[in-house]
């Protein structure tokens, strides 16, 4: 069976949304963050680089968001659920696919690091600097390009029902964590399609059910 090493407000969820998808078997173990933002030591034991989210299927470890949505699509989506046919959509649900953790997580995963350089666990004598060269990077350089980011999801989405095309693809999940967590930071209000698209996916049953096997996301702003 498969095991899902699961890391509180984490990646891992939109695995547990992918498997309900598929309707396929799967157990969870769970791992909480001890105090900090890093995942605990336990995690090394199932993967050298101790991060989440991370599965084994028999005698196999799959990591990586994108590697495992991958393999889970193509081992058991027995019912062509989530396949594509059209070549543009394959194109561009890989795109997104790969989008999500090579250019827009990056951006988002710095804007909270700079976001946090005035509080605990900086020193407290080094908090005032760190507020301020935080606010620094993300007025200058961080806030600039997620918003671009922003707006190039937001065109795409004003035309497009879901990432791939006219079809819900893997490329979805993927791209869920990125928009809860700019839902988070209220970026989303501005932005009626990329809203509409996360109230859609939310809809879904099987959201629902991953939700209720791996918790709500409580993602910090």
Same mark, same amino acid.
């Given at each position: 069976?498969?095991?899902?090493?699961?890391?509180?407000?984490?990646?891992?969820?939109?695995?547990?949304?992918?498997?309900?998808?598929?309707?396929?078997?799967?157990?969870?173990?769970?791992?909480?963050?001890?105090?900090?933002?890093?995942?605990?030591? !336990?995690?090394?034991?199932?993967?050298?680089?101790?991060?989440?989210?991370?599965?084994?299927? @028999?005698?196999?470890?799959?990591?990586?968001?994108?590697?495992?949505? @991958?393999?889970?699509?193509?081992?058991?989506?027995?019912?062509?659920?989530?396949?594509?046919?059209?070549?543009?959509?394959?194109?561009?649900?890989?795109?997104?696919?790969?989008?999500?953790?090579?250019?827009?997580?990056?951006?988002?995963?710095?804007?909270?690091?700079?976001?946090?350089?005035?509080?605990?666990?900086?020193?407290?004598?080094?908090?005032?600097?760190?507020?301020?060269?935080?606010?620094?990077?993300?007025?200058?350089?961080?806030?600039?390009?997620?918003?671009?980011?922003?707006?190039?999801? @937001?065109?795409?989405?004003?035309?497009?029902?879901?990432?791939?095309?006219?079809?819900?693809?893997?490329?979805?999940?993927?791209?869920?964590?990125?928009?809860? !967590?700019?839902?988070?930071?209220?970026?989303?209000?501005?932005?009626?399609?990329?809203?509409?698209?996360?109230?859609?996916?939310?809809?879904?049953?099987?959201?629902?059910?991953?939700?209720?096997?791996?918790?709500?996301?409580?993602?910090?702003?």
């Amino acid at each position: 069976m498969i095991t899902v090493h699961h890391l509180d407000n984490s990646r891992s969820q939109r695995i547990l949304w992918l498997l309900e998808e598929l309707e396929v078997p799967y157990q969870i173990k769970r791992y909480q963050r001890e105090g900090t933002l890093l995942a605990p030591e !336990a995690l090394k034991k199932v993967h050298p680089l101790g991060k989440s989210p991370v599965i084994t299927d @028999e005698n196999r470890v799959v990591a990586e968001s994108g590697a495992i949505l @991958e393999y889970l699509s193509t081992k058991y989506d027995h019912e062509y659920r989530l396949q594509l046919t059209d070549a543009d959509e394959i194109i561009a649900s890989r795109y997104w696919l790969h989008y999500a953790e090579g250019s827009l997580m990056p951006l988002l995963v710095m804007s909270l690091i700079f976001g946090r350089m005035g509080k605990p666990p900086v020193p407290w004598l080094l908090r005032p600097f760190g507020a301020m060269l935080g606010k620094g990077v993300q007025k200058g350089f961080l806030n600039k390009q997620i918003a671009r980011h922003q707006q190039f999801i @937001e065109q795409h989405l004003a035309s497009h029902p879901w990432f791939a095309g006219q079809h819900f693809s893997i490329a979805d999940v993927q791209m869920s964590f990125p928009l809860l !967590a700019m839902a988070k930071r209220g970026a989303l209000q501005q932005l009626p399609h990329s809203q509409a698209w996360l109230e859609k996916v939310q809809a879904r049953p099987a959201w629902r059910r991953g939700v209720q096997q791996g918790g709500e996301l409580q993602l910090s702003d």
